[in-house]
C-alpha cells in the first residue's frame, strides 16, 4: 500500500513529452516507456484531465500522458451515492470494502489513482459499481486505466471477480461506462462469446468510450457480443438518475435490437 498524503500528490510535477512520440499508444503498456513521467501532474496544468465528463472521444485529440498525470484526480461518479453503495450491499462483489480519501494504494502502472476506485484482480484495470437493481436486472459500472486482455486477461478477470457474481444474483444487462479507459488490447473473444450468452435475453452496452478503444473492439470481432457506437457514444449520463440512464440506453438497444 502506498501510504501518500493527498496533498503531497497534487503538489506533484508531471512532464509531458513531445505528442509527436506518442503515435502508438500501445507503447504504454509497458511501464518503462514511461518511467521518467511518473510524478503527478500539477493541477493548474491545463492538461489536467479531472473535468473528466469534457473530454473528446476523439482519438486523434487524446494525450495519453496527460491523462496519466491527472489520473489520480478522477473520482468514480458519486452523485448516487445517496441511493446505492457497492460497498453496503450484500450482493455486490464488493460488499464491506472500506475507502480513504487521503491514501493513494493503487496504480495504472506507476500512476496513482484515486482511492474510491475498486480493484479486481486487474493491474491497469479498475471499475465503479455505480448502481445495481436486482429487480430491474440491470448494473452500472464504471471503468478507469487500460484494458488489457492480451497481457492480463483482464476479461477473464472481470468475468470471474465480477460479472459472473452479479449474474447469479439476476443482472443480465449491464452498462459499462468508458470515458477513462485509455486503451484496450486483445486477446481472445472466449471470454467475450460465454458473457455475450450467459446474459440471454440481457444485453451489454458500453458508453461514451473513446473512438480508438472502441476501434480496437471493432477490429477484434468484439462489436458481435457488445453494444456501442452512434448515440451510445455520447451520453449525458451524469445530468440522468441512474434507473433514467437505464430507460434511455435500453431504448436505444430496443430500436437496434428489433
Avoid at 458508453?207 to 473492439?217: A, K, Y
Avoid at 453494444?227 to 451520453?235: A, C, I, K
Wanted: net charge negative; glycine share 6%; with cysteine.
Amino acid at each position: 500500500m502506498f501510504n501518500v498524503y493527498r496533498p503531497a500528490i497534487v503538489g506533484a510535477n508531471c512532464i509531458l513529452p513531445n505528442l509527436s512520440n506518442l503515435s502508438n499508444l500501445s507503447n504504454l503498456s509497458n511501464p518503462s516507456n514511461h518511467s521518467n513521467h511518473s510524478n503527478l501532474s500539477n493541477p493548474s496544468n491545463p492538461s489536467n484531465l479531472s473535468n473528466h465528463s469534457n473530454l473528446s472521444n476523439h482519438s486523434n485529440l487524446f494525450n495519453p500522458i496527460s491523462y496519466l498525470c491527472a489520473v489520480h484526480d478522477i473520482e468514480p461518479h458519486f452523485a448516487w451515492l445517496n441511493i446505492y453503495s457497492a460497498a453496503e450491499d450484500s450482493a455486490s462483489p464488493f460488499y464491506g470494502r472500506e475507502y480513504s480519501e487521503f491514501y493513494y494504494d493503487k496504480t495504472v502502472y506507476n500512476y496513482l489513482i484515486h482511492p474510491q476506485w475498486d480493484h479486481f484482480g486487474s493491474s491497469t484495470l479498475y471499475i465503479k459499481i455505480l448502481f445495481a437493481d436486482y429487480e430491474e436486472g440491470f448494473v452500472i459500472i464504471e471503468m478507469i486505466g487500460e484494458w488489457n486482455d492480451a497481457l492480463y486477461n483482464d476479461i477473464m478477470q472481470l468475468k470471474r471477480e465480477v460479472l459472473e457474481i452479479l449474474g447469479a444474483e439476476g443482472i443480465n444487462k449491464f452498462i459499462l461506462i468508458g470515458e477513462s479507459v485509455m486503451n484496450f488490447h486483445a486477446s481472445d473473444d472466449s471470454y467475450y462469446e460465454e458473457w455475450f450468452q450467459d446474459v440471454e435475453d440481457g444485453w451489454i452496452s458500453l458508453i461514451n468510450f473513446r473512438e480508438h478503444v472502441l476501434e480496437e473492439f471493432r477490429k477484434n470481432h468484439i462489436d458481435y457480443y457488445l453494444n456501442f457506437g452512434g448515440d451510445l457514444d455520447d451520453v449525458l449520463w451524469r445530468k440522468l438518475g441512474p434507473r433514467q440512464l437505464f430507460q434511455h440506453v435500453e431504448g436505444i438497444l430496443s430500436k437496434r435490437l428489433n
